[in-house]
């Protein structure tokens, strides 16, 4: 049954700017990575874990009977138990403070040992890409020579000369780390200096400051965002390995590396000294792995729909 | 008659390529402009039309010949008198989703010129110009704090030409502007244009290669075969009456929007295609694809020859 | 006569985060053999999704047919499984588009492409194969075709990549030909010459080419049938001749003065349709063009109108066309005049 009648067939006067209405609910590209990311299984548990662990690094010392450092030789290597629910190291420390105190120091080093070398990267990179010509030749070149070192053995050659501690592994980290990102980022600013939008800035008379900062930057932020994220578990590893073979941070100060240090050196007597700090490194290493990649590709505007 | 507002002369931009090669992208270019005219720049991609707007707008530099812009040398000028030039000389580009930068909301995309030479005094000043520039493009005031996805080509064509007048130019290079664009928002952004053009006494150098729209809004007409203009004169010259070879054939090659057309006319379409400039050879550039070719065109460059009523063109033929 | 293929009632949704996105809203149309079927609209219409329905081709998720028979040669080709579609994809069916870059394999050798699915279909021999391939680049205007054969697709430019591709789909010797926009990406005198293989082929094999395309210039050249598709719906189809020279949807008037003919001249404005096409996340109650359309009626905003059918196979999806309606004559100015007599069309 049709519902028009005959006095519907009269003409309309149509204002045109009905037709240019936009229906669709807005959505900035920030807030189109937060839905995805809360809609992603993966990315809230890694998120949860990751708060949590800060939390505790936070918190958890601050709370505790014992501080760090405090030792007790009577109760040198006690199993866990509800005075020590970690257990104590050979000169009675309790090991939930140390493990605790550790993190703060070992995600200091993730957070500091990636954004770093980061953003050096960026303004090497991003001053290379976008003049180009001699200033990008010799920065490439530089860094053709340095990707070739293993970093591994860059350095532990660095702490050599450094010293251990805190500072100087982030300090060794910048030094090598920033060659990576550079060459990711010269590449990306190349890719967008041609690119309309940026072409269009400059012909209203945009400054060198506000094409590379205002307009190709913001372009290239998701994947800083995403290769800081997977930089921290990089970094963690790192100071874990240094601390490892004792060229990190030295007792009585502590890391999760020293730790597993520690704890290496008792494991077949007391397997608890190493089982904590290991499955922990190696759990929060994982799940910021994989948070990262999550923020990929809610990041990716391919996959998105 | 008005007066000239551009007067290109000699216009040469080379490109390098692998550092051995040249590629001459525009080769010896003239033209002028008057006030509130269009000169219509058509050839097929690759013929260093765009080359040619950029090359004005100063994101590239010339490599020889002399701008005149408004009576004054504008070739060699210092970094503040550009940036004053930008005021005047815009764009409008051609692709609407790579020519807005998504991390903006179209009220930072129209307001950056704005922003950057300091056309206002107060926040609410800015404001209010946007909107109006907004009406002006055929916009409403509450897509101001949308970002440019949520648009679609036409309307995010139209806040580029917003971006574009936000400075108040008195010259316009519209690069390809309307070819990414559907056959009814072609004519919307086109009867916009125009109508732009009546008001505030606009210059276009109206960049395509879609032959029935150029025609309709030029004054003039270049037509550019591999970085050279091979035929210039006033439109309706260039359309009825072609003379070079390469205008013929484009010319031809339009499809017709009438059935009946086809059944009549046999068309012999063009063949071959276009070829990079790179290194050219002496001799005229169409010549390989050239059906009326002599001994002579493969020999020597041929020159622009003028005949009546400002028609030129670049062939053996007309000497 | 039973048509080659027939659609009816074709409805294809796509899932996206704000909701359900109606693409195609009921598409019915038929492809007879020998004939050309142009489709022709504007991005967003619903063209090439429809296309790309018939083919089996469409990503699903997030596309989801919802409704609506497609057969070909009289078998229900939407109940077919992938494998079977397969075999008619590389025989029945052959398809250009418009990115030929996206569809050749860049590692592969064009000989190697073309000669794969010779062999595959037809069970000639690969000496038998590598002749039939050179002889389809030789009659696609290919210069020095066993040269080409040798080379990788991103060697050759633009024009020669989509004749190459054309090559490849002519090969299988289908029955009908799929064409998205192909040549939308080349230049005019390129376009010319593909327009002029795919009806020299069309000529020679009696293939039924199904052809997609948003440029009036190139659906006058092609046309034998003409469906004109907004919103997801086709909202008139008629013969060629028909709908250039006697359109009846505001619609196609909107398409045909976009256009500028050769007397327009800029004192005349051109005749454009007002705002943009609507968003099919939320799709208009009533006629989807209504928002745009300069001659809506009470009743267009009201109900979706039917389609009015006339005898010469003229059928349109308009208020307008009800008897109740105002008589409405097409604006004058966008119809193209006919250059020839009934007789001479014969």
């Not at chain 1, 490194?281 to 990716?300: E, H, K, P």
């Not at chain 2, 051609?94 to 129209?110: G, R």
């Not at chain 3, 006629?287 to 009201?302: L, Q, T």
Request: with cysteine.
């Amino acid at each position: 049954m049709s519902i028009v009648t005959k006095k519907d067939f009269v003409m309309v006067r149509e204002s045109a700017g009905a037709a240019d209405s936009i229906v669709r609910p807005s959505e900035s590209f920030v807030k189109s990575v937060m839905r995805k990311m809360r809609t992603n299984k993966a990315a809230v548990v890694t998120f949860s874990y990751i708060i949590l662990v800060t939390a505790l690094a936070i918190i958890a010392p601050l709370v505790s009977r014992y501080e760090f450092d405090m030792t007790n030789i009577m109760d040198g290597n006690k199993g866990p138990s509800s005075l020590h629910w970690f257990g104590t190291d050979a000169v009675g420390r309790d090991m939930w403070t140390r493990i605790w105190v550790g993190a703060r120091v070992s995600l200091t080093i993730g957070l500091f040992g990636s954004i770093i070398p980061e953003i050096l990267g960026i303004i090497i990179g991003g001053i290379a890409g976008y003049f180009g010509g001699v200033i990008d030749s010799v920065t490439m070149r530089i860094i053709d020579v340095g990707v070739c070192i293993p970093s591994l053995v860059y350095i532990t050659m660095l702490m050599l000369f450094l010293g251990g501690g805190p500072v100087t592994i982030i300090a060794a980290l910048a030094m090598v780390g920033w060659m990576g990102p550079a060459r990711n980022v010269r590449g990306r600013v190349m890719q967008f200096k041609n690119r309309e939008f940026v072409l269009a800035t400059k012909t209203l008379g945009g400054s060198t400051g506000r094409l590379i900062f205002k307009n190709i930057m913001p372009n290239i932020m998701g994947q800083l965002v995403v290769n800081i994220t997977s930089g921290i578990p990089a970094a963690i590893f790192m100071e874990a390995y240094l601390s490892f073979i004792g060229m990190g941070v030295q007792s009585p100060m502590t890391s999760w590396g020293q730790l597993s240090q520690a704890g290496a050196a008792v494991f077949r007597i007391y397997p608890y000294q190493l089982l904590f700090p290991g499955v922990i490194i190696s759990v929060t290493i994982l799940m910021f792995y994989i948070f990262g990649n999550c923020l990929r590709d809610a990041l990716d505007p391919k996959l998105s729909n | 008659m008005s007066e000239i507002l551009l007067d290109v002369q000699g216009l040469k931009k080379d490109f390098r390529i692998d550092g051995k090669h040249i590629l001459k992208a525009v080769d010896d270019v003239s033209f002028t402009i008057r006030r509130g005219e269009t000169l219509g720049m058509v050839g097929e991609s690759g013929c260093g039309k765009t080359t040619v707007g950029r090359t004005l707008l100063r994101i590239y530099e010339p490599d020889g010949g002399k701008i005149s812009f408004d009576g004054k040398d504008i070739s060699k000028i210092s970094k503040r008198q550009e940036k004053e030039l930008t005021k005047k000389m815009q764009m409008i580009y051609q692709d609407p989703y790579a020519s807005l930068n998504s991390f903006y909301t179209v009220e930072d995309i129209i307001g950056e010129g704005l922003d950057i030479h300091k056309l206002y005094e107060t926040k609410a000043e800015r404001r209010e110009r946007i909107i109006e520039l907004l009406n002006v493009v055929g916009l409403h005031r509450d897509h101001m704090n949308r970002f440019p996805h949520e648009f679609s080509g036409g309307q995010r064509q139209r806040i580029g030409i917003a971006r574009a007048l936000a400075v108040n130019p008195e010259f316009i290079v519209c690069d390809e502007a309307i070819s990414a664009l559907d056959v009814s928002i072609q004519a919307q952004v086109i009867n916009m244009l125009t109508k732009l053009q009546k008001d505030r006494n606009l210059t276009y150098l109206f960049i395509a290669h879609d032959l029935s729209m150029v025609r309709y809004i030029s004054d003039n007409i270049a037509v550019m075969y591999m970085g050279k203009i091979v035929e210039y004169g006033p439109t309706n010259e260039v359309y009825l009456h072609p003379m070079h070879p390469y205008t013929r054939g484009l010319l031809e090659a339009v499809p017709v929007a009438n059935p009946d057309y086809t059944k009549i006319h046999k068309k012999t379409p063009m063949i071959g295609e276009v070829t990079s400039p790179i290194n050219p050879k002496p001799g005229c550039r169409f010549a390989s694809r050239c059906p009326v070719v002599m001994d002579v065109c493969r020999t020597t460059d041929p020159h622009m020859t003028e005949s009546e009523n400002g028609h030129k063109t670049c062939c053996h033929k007309y000497r | 006569m039973e048509p080659l293929l027939n659609v009816e009632d074709l409805q294809v949704s796509f899932q996206t985060f704000a909701g359900e996105v109606a693409a195609v809203r009921g598409v019915s149309f038929q492809v007879n053999k020998g004939e050309t079927l142009v489709i022709v609209g504007e991005s967003g219409g619903g063209k090439s999704v429809s296309m790309q329905a018939i083919m089996g081709i469409l990503p699903m998720p997030p596309a989801r047919i919802k409704g609506g028979r497609i057969t070909y040669k009289g078998e229900d080709i939407l109940s077919k499984s992938d494998k079977e579609m397969e075999k008619y994809r590389g025989k029945e069916f052959a398809m250009i588009f418009q990115d030929s870059m996206t569809s050749l394999n860049p590692t592969m050798r064009v000989g190697r492409q073309m000669t794969e699915g010779i062999r595959k279909h037809q069970k000639v021999s690969a000496q038998t194969a590598k002749e039939i391939a050179i002889d389809m680049l030789r009659q696609v205007g290919l210069p020095n075709p066993d040269k080409i054969y040798k080379r990788y697709p991103h060697t050759l430019s633009g024009g020669q990549r989509q004749r190459v591709m054309i090559a490849i789909a002519i090969s299988s010797k289908p029955s009908l030909l799929f064409a998205d926009e192909p040549t939308t990406a080349l230049d005019v005198t390129m376009q010319a010459q593909i327009l002029d293989i795919m009806n020299q082929l069309k000529k020679d094999t009696g293939a039924s080419i199904l052809l997609v395309t948003h440029n009036l210039g190139i659906v006058a050249e092609m046309a034998d049938r003409i469906a004109v598709i907004y919103a997801g719906q086709i909202v008139e189809t008629a013969s060629a001749r028909e709908l250039f020279f006697h359109p009846k949807h505001p619609y196609t008037w909107g398409l045909l003065g976009a256009m500028p003919g050769m007397e327009t001249d800029k004192s005349t404005e051109l005749y454009s349709i007002k705002g943009t096409p609507p968003d099919m996340f939320c799709p208009p109650i009533g006629c989807a063009f209504a928002p745009r359309c300069a001659y809506c009626m009470e009743a267009c905003r009201k109900e979706a109108p039917e389609e009015y059918r006339e005898e010469n196979g003229h059928s349109t999806r308009c208020w307008l066309l009800d008897e109740r309606a105002p008589k409405v004559e097409a604006p004058t100015a966008v119809i193209p005049k006919p250059l020839l007599n009934e007789e001479e069309v014969q």
